[in-house]
């Protein structure tokens, strides 16, 4: 059977990894990219070849997301690996990782085989599972990582739940080390945080509600590095938030040590000040800091000590978050905001919009070692159109998200996925360019 072969044509092709920022076309041949640049096609597309008028648009890879809850199993009326996927291609997003923390705890193969056989039937962005890093989330008996590697897990996690036996984070950090493999740490000491529901600080005390210090991000950091030192193992901070822990990475990468972090759209573009009067939707952990934490991460994405953007997509029903603040659930959505957040960066003159994207693609890829997030010859044609420039309002009520709470309705923004094509397949169209999803 003859593979379909798709022309991309008058397209801003843009690759983080080769640094790609031209005009030019790029060919599909079934699954994969069969040639791209900017002399491609110069002479007319042959026929037999569908073409899409990309009109000027970019072309990147599709986004990679490291860090995306999908609450299945377990918690499915709150979000399912395909409802996620939807979400998810329709922010432009064609990788996602799955956190284990559902019920029951992706910490065995079975469950790992579970989420892949789900993710395959949805036939929609494609599923990178995390497993658990100890059994059950319990934070005391490592699991199998080699098994568990084997049967397609990319990294480990006890997310949502620190790893707070520096004994237990040492083993794990060795064992890992055995196979290459990456420890991800919800940095956060809960001995410190307490009962808090938001940032420790002026906004916290005139709204009456115990504050979570900056510190108990920084002395789990600082801590993790010290056994980074000890096992030279692979180690990534999840959603990092303070700008001493900012501080902490920046040192640690200056050292040589394979340390890494994330940070989430939310954490650079909210503050303290968006709870507003008790915004349970603004709810997070970590939580919203202050603007001089905020200016950190944008600083440390600036200049490279963060390496990926990633969601942290946290779904939760309407039950879990119209709540009291301090009852309420941690978390906000956010596959579908991800790109025009990220885009901030870019038009308010932070950053270029390939240092925009490396974080968001190659980045992310190259640390779980995914052949995704790259125009390249050979690779995976997971790519994205977007429009980085066209202006619109987020509205929670069309997201395809089984969830809705996000801190983010109502606000204008800048940038959409157009085109959001998955191993060579378009998944999702904005409506008005080639019609409806």
């Not at 994969?32 to 008028?53: C, H, K, M, Q, S």
């Not at 030192?229 to 938030?241: D, N, W």
């Not at 959001?420 to 999702?428: C, H, S, W």
Request: charged share 25%.
């Amino acid at each position: 059977m003859t593979e379909v072969r798709t022309a991309y044509i008058n397209a801003r092709l843009l690759d983080a990894e080769s640094g790609l920022d031209a005009k030019g076309a790029l060919l599909t041949e079934g699954k994969n990219i069969a040639d791209l640049g900017a002399g491609l096609f110069a002479d007319g597309v042959p026929e037999g070849i569908e073409v899409v008028d990309c009109a000027g648009h970019c072309l990147s890879p599709g986004l990679v997301d490291m860090h995306v809850h999908l609450r299945e199993p377990g918690h499915e009326h709150k979000e399912t690996i395909a409802s996620g996927g939807l979400a998810a291609l329709a922010g432009g997003v064609t990788s996602i990782c799955s956190m284990p923390n559902t019920d029951p705890v992706i910490d065995n193969v079975a469950l790992i085989e579970f989420v892949q056989r789900r993710a395959r039937e949805a036939k929609g962005a494609k599923v990178f599972p995390f497993a658990a890093a100890t059994k059950g989330l319990g934070g005391q008996q490592i699991t199998e990582f080699g098994m568990l590697a084997e049967a397609g897990a990319v990294a480990f996690t006890d997310d949502g739940l620190p790893i707070a036996n520096s004994q237990v984070m040492r083993r794990a950090l060795s064992y890992a080390k055995t196979f290459d493999l990456l420890i991800s740490q919800h940095a956060e000491d809960l001995s410190l945080s307490g009962c808090g529901c938001m940032a420790e600080g002026e906004i916290a005390t005139r709204l009456g509600l115990d504050g979570i210090p900056e510190v108990s991000e920084t002395v789990v950091v600082e801590r993790d590095i010290r056994l980074v030192e000890l096992t030279e193992g692979r180690y990534h901070v999840a959603h990092i938030s303070t700008a001493d822990a900012v501080d902490c990475v920046r040192r640690a990468k200056a050292r040589g040590l394979r340390v890494t972090c994330e940070a989430a759209p939310h954490h650079f573009s909210l503050t303290d000040h968006d709870v507003g009067d008790y915004r349970t939707f603004a709810k997070m952990a970590p939580p919203l800091r202050s603007d001089a934490n905020r200016a950190a991460i944008v600083e440390g994405l600036k200049d490279g000590t963060i390496d990926a953007i990633a969601t942290d997509h946290a779904p939760h029903d309407q039950e879990s978050k119209r709540l009291p603040m301090a009852h309420a659930a941690n978390g906000i959505v956010g596959l579908e905001t991800l790109l025009p957040l990220s885009l901030e960066l870019y038009h308010r003159g932070h950053m270029t919009l390939l240092d925009v994207l490396k974080p968001l693609t190659v980045a992310p890829a190259d640390l779980l070692k995914l052949p995704v997030g790259r125009l390249r010859k050979g690779a995976p044609a997971d790519l994205l159109l977007f429009d980085a420039d066209v202006p619109w309002v987020v509205e929670t009520a069309k997201f395809r998200s089984r969830s809705k709470n996000s801190p983010f309705d109502g606000r204008p923004v800048q940038g959409r996925a157009l085109r959001t094509i998955v191993d060579g397949r378009t998944l999702f169209t904005a409506d008005g360019l080639t019609g409806k999803q």
